[in-house]
């Protein structure tokens, strides 16, 4: 199996720390609001991978935190007049939820980084001891960059070179350089603070992963993920944090998603294309966005579109129709044991097998493995009949169902009305009943009853819950 590793920008054949098992970190959202598609790329992109690690026998421990103290959130916390708590709590609710409907397993560990002040203290103490940070008078505490041999390492990016980008900047407070960075900085009115050697206050965000990684996975990693945006500095730093305190290489192999573009321009909510996975799942079902964003290789840029979207759900539909075909043809079948003719299908089946895991084993190319599904489906459509034994029809069956299951993707229909769909039936009921079209009003509100959707009539409106 071989891994484009961004610290070498070149595909390595992957061999663990230790036989077996993979230890892999993957940098989790910022929960201050519901997640957008951009957050759920990489979520798709390496829940994959970590599948594909579990159908290869390794034993994977999988972290992804959660950042639940920074500044936004408690923006959001001070414009709402409540506990910086309260919306981190509330929001990583609801991105669970989010993540239950793209079928991102949970991970081994989702630390949060309020949890883990006490062991990002006695890091930075660590550091300040080493060298690698000290304090300024207001209490701040910096990481010495230059004191770091290996700066840049990740992001490939020459330190003169970065100081002299930075040479316009004007130094704050009292850094010695333009590129040391916070580890902690000092409390201000109506934050949330923790007590520290140096001052009440909270920590930098770069520290946090470097803490929450060595606490559930040790001082080395076999791998440590991210969206590309995280190479600099985020990543760079969390090197320079890790192996200055550890004195060891911090991660093996680091892999980095690309960019996800909307109508060929980059997500903002100043164009007005910033699209959070929830508003998708009101049109889509989240297994067609899980999809589509494994329709293309994980380091290439991905464009989001109603038109990739629809192909997506197309596609989609053609396996779940080929498998609900399989599983009417199980119902009937008989025959315990494979005809001559049978026996050279399943070598075609396990051929295309070779031919998926020939994909995901080449730094784990999805697009190719969907191919070798989508092949997979056309055969079973075409070689299995009402005249198949019960034999073949369950193996073409559990084959599709494997293969799939490790790209994430349910294999059974769902029937479970989206949002959207509700929203159109309870608006044609509301004109239903303008124009005095009762039988049909109440063949919609039954319609949404049979499908667990209970109606209230209320003076702002019709209210809709799942039953």
Same mark, same amino acid.
């Given at each position: 199996m071989k891994i484009f590793n961004t610290l070498s920008k070149k595909k390595e054949e992957f061999v663990p720390l230790e036989p077996g098992k993979v230890k892999m970190y993957v940098c989790g959202p910022t929960v201050y609001n519901f997640i957008h598609i951009g957050n759920a790329r990489p979520m798709i992109v390496f829940d994959t991978v970590r599948r594909y690690f579990e159908y290869k026998g390794y034993d994977v421990n999988y972290v992804s935190n959660f950042t639940d103290v920074d500044d936004k959130i408690i923006n959001k916390a001070i414009e709402e007049g409540v506990e910086a708590s309260v =919306?981190?709590?509330?929001?990583?609710?609801?991105? *669970?939820?989010? $993540?239950?409907? $793209?079928?991102?397993?949970?991970?081994?560990?989702?630390?949060?980084?309020?949890?883990?002040?006490?062991?990002m203290i006695s890091m =930075?103490?660590?550091?300040?001891?080493?060298?690698?940070?000290?304090?300024?008078?207001? &209490?701040?505490?910096?990481?010495?960059?230059k004191k770091f041999k290996d700066y840049g390492k990740l992001s490939h990016k020459? !330190?003169?070179? !970065?100081?002299? &980008?930075?040479?316009?900047?004007?130094?704050v407070g009292e850094k010695e350089d333009e590129l040391d960075f916070v580890l902690w900085k000092p409390k201000k009115d109506g934050e949330p603070y923790w007590e520290a050697p140096w001052c009440n206050g909270r920590p930098g965000w770069h520290i946090e992963c470097s803490v929450m990684s060595k606490h559930y996975l040790g001082d080395q990693i076999d791998i440590h993920a991210g969206g590309e945006d995280l190479i600099f500095p985020h990543h760079e730093n969390e090197i320079a944090q890790s192996e200055a305190a550890n004195g060891k290489e911090f991660a093996k192999y680091w892999m980095h998603n690309a960019f996800l573009n909307i109508d060929n321009r980059k997500m903002s909510k100043s164009l007005g294309n910033f699209f959070t996975v929830r508003e998708i799942s009101e049109k889509y079902d989240l297994q067609v966005l899980r999809f589509f964003m494994l329709s293309a290789h994980y380091r290439s840029p991905l464009n989001f579109s109603a038109d990739l979207m629809e192909a997506s759900k197309n596609g989609l539909m053609r396996i779940l129709t080929a498998v609900e075909r399989l599983d009417e043809l199980l119902a009937s079948a008989s025959g315990e044991s494979m005809t %001559?003719?049978?026996?050279?299908?399943?070598?075609?089946?396990?051929?295309?097998?070779?031919?998926? %895991?020939?994909? $995901?084993?080449?730094?784990?190319?999805?697009?190719?493995?969907?191919?070798?599904?989508?092949? !997979?489906? *056309?055969l079973a459509n075409t070689s299995v009949t009402e005249a198949s034994t019960r034999a073949l029809a369950e193996y073409a069956k559990q084959t599709i169902e494997t293969l799939c299951g490790v790209l994430g993707i349910i294999t059974e229909k769902k029937v479970e009305l989206l949002d959207g769909e509700i929203e159109a039936l309870i608006e044609e009921r509301q004109q239903a009943r303008?124009? *005095?079209?009762?039988?049909?009003?109440?063949?919609?509100?039954?319609?949404?009853?049979?499908? &667990?959707?209970?109606?209230?009539?209320?003076?702002?409106?019709?209210?809709?819950?799942r039953a």
């Open positions: =919306i981190s709590e509330r929001y990583i609710a609801e991105c *669970k939820k989010d $993540m239950e409907g $793209m079928n991102v397993k949970p991970a081994t560990t989702h630390p949060l980084a309020t949890q883990e002040i006490c062991g =930075i103490e660590t550091l300040i001891e080493k060298g690698f940070a000290y304090r300024a008078d207001d &209490g701040t505490v910096y990481y010495r960059t020459n !330190l003169e070179d !970065l100081q002299a &980008g930075h040479r316009e900047i004007k130094v %001559e003719e049978e026996k050279a299908v399943v070598a075609q089946i396990k051929e295309l097998v070779v031919k998926y %895991e020939a994909a $995901m084993d080449d730094d784990f190319n999805t697009a190719d493995a969907i191919s070798a599904v989508f092949e !997979l489906v *056309k303008k124009n *005095k079209d009762f039988a049909r009003a109440d063949e919609i509100r039954d319609t949404l009853a049979d499908k &667990g959707i209970l109606l209230k009539d209320t003076r702002e409106g019709v209210k809709w819950t």
